[in-house]
């Protein structure tokens, strides 16, 4: 079973709309400069190498993420790139949960783009509301198992 800090969706380098289930120490500058990094790393393998990564593998953390395009109401009718991404602890079979995990990113990535393809997308504080669509899809797995078995016996 997974355990699942973090997920949300970056657009032009900044987290527009995030939940976080467990704390592990980030403070809001670390989310910033994390999600600016995160996405020039997937656009640089994108021109370097022709090929998107779908996640990042750490010592105690992996990061799994997918990617799509969407037209905001200030990009010049150019679609431009969004990221839906998860943070996680480490697993032994990280290709088996991102085979599981991207389907529910893409769905959470075409959720988003329903709701909000054409609008401004620079005003985070107006996506907070979609903070129930990720705890919907991902909120369970960010449950520790204490969580999950308080909740079945109480």
């Known amino acids: 079973m997974v355990l699942i800090r973090e997920c949300g969706i970056l657009f032009r380098g900044f987290t527009i709309v ?15 400069l994390r999600s600016g990094l995160l996405t020039a790393i997937i656009n640089f393998s994108e021109v370097a190498f022709a090929h998107s990564l779908e996640y990042i593998e750490g010592k105690k953390k992996s990061l799994i993420f997918t990617q799509d395009k969407i037209l905001s109401a200030d990009g010049e009718g150019v679609s431009e790139l969004i990221i839906s991404y998860i943070i996680m602890d480490k697993v032994k079979h ?19 783009k329903e709701k909000y393809k054409n609008k401004n997308l620079a005003h985070v504080s107006e996506f907070q509301e979609f903070k129930q669509e990720i705890d919907n899809l991902f909120g369970e797995e960010g449950k520790t198992v204490d969580q999950r078995l308080k909740g079945s016996f109480f």
Request: proline share 3%.
């Open 18 to 32: 995030n939940s976080q289930y467990h704390d592990f120490g980030a403070s809001i500058k670390d989310k910033d």
């Open 94 to 112: 990280i290709d088996k949960e991102r085979e599981r995990i991207v389907p529910e990113l893409k769905k959470l990535l075409f959720l988003f």
